[in-house]
């Protein structure tokens, strides 16, 4: 942030997208962009509009957790889509956007994903995404919202066992220009999965998850297995090995990977 304002003010005035955030809000102080653009999708949002923010009271993580979301150092991002998919398709909409802004970011950093939407370097989450779909009448709508960690430094306990950043990692740019690639990454990668699904965009997705062919810890509610992750189907769903069986996992998250 600057004296004059936000550099994300401005940010839609110089895109290269063709429709992902080209109409925009920005908030200096939101509760979560999350609310704020199903708000405005419930009000007629069109197609890739997007709401950022400097700063969330109320940041939301996946499964009821917070994103804290320290002020003007981070990107906080909201978009409104209104698929053309079939609703089943849509179960794997948090794994392609994974694969956008994982490819957004690559001219920085190469950022491993984590079954089924986090992005990771060195073990430590740079990014979370969080997808939240309804229905509008006969038609799905999505509002899908992603934090990047840009330009913290310092993370209050336990966050400082777990984050990263992209200054952490010698990226010294400024939040406007990662959010320009970021939503170009996506744009991209939204174009494929709103004609193909997720399957055109498999590959990709697998080519960043190290993790496949260990033993990792599955976390489903209250719930947790140990299971040898064998592979990401052309779905999205996670096929693992549980104890002997070969079972297909919808929704669920891994809390650790055993490494060689
Ligand atoms: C997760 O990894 O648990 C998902 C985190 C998603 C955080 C982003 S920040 C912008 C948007 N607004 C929210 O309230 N949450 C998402």
């Not at 998919?85 to 950093?109: M, Q």
């Not at 939240?132 to 934090?147: N, Q, S």
């Not at 960690?149 to 990226?171: C, H, K, M, W, Y």
């Amino acid at each position: 942030m600057t004296a004059r304002g936000s550099e994300l003010e401005v940010v839609s005035e110089d895109l290269t997208t063709r429709w992902l955030g080209r109409v925009h809000e920005h908030h200096a102080v939101l509760g979560s962009t999350n609310d704020r653009a199903a708000q405005w999708a419930r009000g007629g949002a069109p197609h890739g509009a997007m709401v950022t923010a400097d700063e969330q009271t109320a940041g939301r993580g996946r499964r009821g957790r917070v994103w804290a979301s320290a002020p003007g150092q981070n990107l906080y991002v909201s978009v409104v889509l209104r698929p053309t998919l079939p609703g089943p398709f849509l179960g794997a909409l948090g794994l392609a956007v994974a694969v956008g802004l994982r490819r957004g970011l690559s001219p920085d950093v190469t950022p491993e994903l984590k079954w089924p939407n986090d992005l990771l370097v060195g073990g430590r989450k740079l990014a979370g995404i969080l997808c939240e779909c309804r229905w509008a009448g006969a038609d799905p709508e999505a509002v899908v919202g992603w934090g990047i960690n840009v330009g913290q430094r310092e993370f209050p306990a336990p966050l400082d066992e777990i984050a990263t950043s992209l200054a952490l990692l010698g990226v010294e740019r400024s939040r406007a220009a990662i959010l320009r690639d970021v939503l170009a990454g996506l744009e991209s990668c939204l174009d494929v999965f709103f004609e193909g699904g997720f399957a055109p965009l498999r590959d990709e997705y697998v080519a960043g998850c190290a993790w496949l062919g260990h033993g990792i810890g599955l976390r489903d509610g209250e719930h947790r297995r140990r299971v040898v992750a064998l592979d990401v189907e052309r779905d999205g769903r996670l096929l693992v090995d549980d104890g002997g069986v070969r079972r297909r996992v919808d929704a669920a998250e891994i809390e650790w990977v055993d490494r060689p």
